[in-house]
């Protein structure tokens, strides 16, 4: 894409610059006051960049978030290099970037990460008619380990709400205050609404989980925690473990319950109306 100043200056101010009424130093002065065709060209060049970079990465052997940041960032670069390259002799050029942009961490995060828009249990409601949808989606992203950068609070194999350490460690080279980084995490949140899929909780279709993995309440199996079973939280402690007379629920203090016993009491908790009704159906 070929830039000249007579393409962005106005008819009057390109009829003063052929007739050689104003100098180069002023020229350049318009220009940067023409913001607006600055930030569309390097909305453009930094879409083309990220796509770009995304396609190339191995999605078995993904990078770590802060190298995946930094390959970014020079891809970006080197987008802006080769396009101020192309321009005129006398074009101003487009800045640089020196930092990625809230889309930018968004797309980062779904390529790297889980993903999804979740509603909580409380967000339900249950009546008659049984279960009825959400007023709000939340944005989650899972759980994979204890690392701080995937919130090493929270139980591996859930979602968590807590987004800032994984935007913290995709944008080093955001140099803001505290309340700077909450408005830029807030901008990358209304990006990933987006680009985000919905998913509807797993209680809600018999799966449970447990400390060392998913029950399924139907079959009574115990399968390895995975992105597509979405839980918010895991508040059914235990242990799925192969038992003399079959598979039970053994607890840290030594107790134990057969899986239909442990479903049962999961199904009398103070969960709504339509998850009690679901696991009642498994035993």
Not at 115 to 134: D, H, T
Not at 253 to 265: L, N
Request: glycine share 8%.
């Amino acid at each position: 894409m070929t830039t000249t100043n007579t393409d962005i200056l106005t008819n009057g101010q390109a009829a003063q610059l052929d007739a050689g009424r104003i100098s180069k130093d002023t020229i350049y002065k318009v220009l940067r006051c023409q913001r607006r065709y600055y930030i569309e060209i390097a909305d453009m060049l930094t879409a083309a960049a990220t796509a770009d970079y995304l396609d190339s990465l191995d999605k078995d052997n993904l990078p770590a978030p802060e190298e995946a940041a930094n390959g970014l960032l020079q891809k970006t670069a080197d987008t802006f290099r080769e396009f101020n390259g192309r321009l005129d002799k006398g074009s101003l050029p487009v800045p640089l970037p020196e930092e990625l942009t809230a889309c930018q961490v968004a797309k980062l995060m779904m390529a790297l990460c889980h993903i999804r828009l979740v509603a909580g249990r409380n967000r339900y409601e249950c009546n008659e008619s049984g279960l009825q949808g959400p007023d709000r989606y939340d944005v989650m992203l899972y759980v994979a380990d204890r690392s701080g950068i995937y919130d090493g609070e929270s139980d591996i194999g859930t979602y968590t709400c807590n987004l800032w350490p994984i935007i913290d460690a995709l944008s080093p080279h955001q140099a803001v205050s505290f309340a700077g980084f909450a408005e830029y995490a807030d901008e990358v949140e209304f990006w990933l609404r987006l680009f985000a899929k919905k998913a509807s909780l797993s209680y809600f279709h018999g799966f449970m989980p447990l400390e060392n993995g998913v029950l399924n309440c139907r079959t009574k199996e115990l399968l390895p925690f995975s992105p597509e079973y979405v839980f918010d939280e895991c508040t059914y402690f235990g242990s799925y473990e192969e038992g003399g007379d079959g598979p039970v629920i053994r607890f840290s203090d030594g107790r134990e319950d057969s899986v239909g016993d442990w479903i049962k009491s999961a199904a009398s908790g103070s969960d709504c109306e339509e998850l009690r009704r679901i696991l009642a159906e498994c035993v």
